[in-house]
């Protein structure tokens, strides 16, 4: 969803740098291979998180929900060459498809998947984190928030994408819509946990910044 009015959020997207060709590969065989194309995070919004990486310069990532591994490709560009970025996704099929694209780029040695449930598999996971992509189901963000928050590093950063929800957080909500409900209760969490300080940016369905104390 565009928060934008069309012929303004035009003039955006041409004033922001261009995807790197493989990105635009990706998202092309991507549109034409695989379900539900509208999940990649899009030329626009995945040069947001290519540059708040190159800004945070994280030498450790994590990414809860690969798809087809367009962001996580976005977020590697900021990453120290000495640095790692694990990503998580629960559905199989996709993994030699992300495998690809990761390998034909410069960042295939250290992007490294992990396919099943984000909340067995986060708990295992040794690293401190940098900056941490939260992208998946939306009735477990919080979930995955409790999960990584003490495996941030002091100023590290917590992406969190699709917060607006297509403005369904603003309308009367469906007592059966589970993800709009966990929706408003995530960003509740996020604006009054002292841990953090949060900043909603409407950008493209919503992208919160979260950048702990």
Request: proline share 5%; charged share 25%; glycine share 6%.
């Amino acid at each position: 969803m565009h928060f934008l009015p069309e012929a303004l959020d035009t003039y955006v997207v041409q004033h922001t740098e261009k995807e790197p060709e493989l990105l635009q590969q990706l998202s092309r065989e991507t549109y034409q291979k695989i379900l539900q194309p509208r999940m990649l995070s899009g030329p626009y919004q995945g040069r947001v998180l290519s540059m708040l990486s190159k800004l945070i310069g994280p030498k450790n990532i994590l990414e809860i929900g690969t798809y087809t591994g367009y962001s996580a490709l976005c977020l590697a560009e900021g990453m120290q060459k000495s640095g790692a970025l694990h990503t998580i996704d629960i559905n199989e099929e996709l993994e030699d498809f992300q495998r690809k694209y990761f390998d034909l780029s410069p960042y295939g040695k250290q992007i490294h998947q992990h396919i099943g449930d984000a909340t067995q598999i986060i708990p295992n996971l040794e690293e401190k984190f940098d900056l941490v992509f939260i992208d998946a189901d939306k009735p477990n963000y919080s979930t995955y928030f409790e999960l990584v928050i003490d495996k941030m590093n002091p100023g590290g950063i917590i992406l969190s994408d699709n917060v607006l929800w297509s403005g369904k957080v603003i309308e009367k909500v469906n007592e059966e819509d589970i993800s709009t409900k966990a929706l408003l209760a995530y960003n509740q969490l996020l604006i009054e946990d002292t841990r953090v300080e949060t900043v909603l940016l409407p950008i493209r369905d919503g992208l919160t910044i979260s950048r702990v104390v």
